[in-house]
Nanobody
Framework: QVQLVESGGGLVQPGGSLRLSCVAS????????IGWFRQAPGKEREGVTC?????????YYADSVKGRFTISRDNAKSTAYLQMNSLKLEDTAVYYC?????????????????????WGQGTQVTVSS
């Protein structure tokens, strides 16, 4: 069955870095856009970034993470990554990866949860001094 498994979360000090991984199975990873969402306590789940399945690897980043976070994918390993640098207190949240069909992630697209049909269980990222 379709499965997405995140890992790499943890506790980090402000200014630190973490790399999240999302290992996919049970579907044709190459053909799906991958998004990273996050949900902080008491807040709605928000789209952080996504990467297209197309050869150009087009990406979208929310303004709040632009220049600090980098999304990438390794289709041979059916794995997506989220490199998070210069972490801030407000980055604290549960981070989810998700897969969506027929999506093109560029600056004109803002990821919506309804666009992604498959989800991982989430990994906690806590930024604290």
């Amino acid at each position: 069955q379709v499965q997405l498994v995140e890992s790499g979360g943890g506790l980090v000090q402000p200014g630190g870095s973490l790399r999240l991984s999302c290992v996919a199975s049970g579907f044709a990873f190459d053909y799906y856009a991958i998004g990273w969402f996050r949900q902080a306590p008491g807040k709605e789940r928000e789209g952080v970034t996504c990467i297209s399945s197309t050869n150009d690897g087009a990406t979208y980043y929310a303004d709040s993470v632009k220049g600090r976070f980098t999304i990438s994918r390794d289709n041979a390993k059916s794995t997506a990554y989220l490199q998070m640098n210069s972490l801030k207190l407000e980055d604290t949240a549960v981070y989810y990866c998700a897969a969506g069909e027929s999506l093109y992630c560029d600056g004109g697209y803002s990821p919506e949860t309804a666009d992604f049909g498959s989800w991982g269980q989430g990994t906690q990222v806590t930024v604290s001094s």
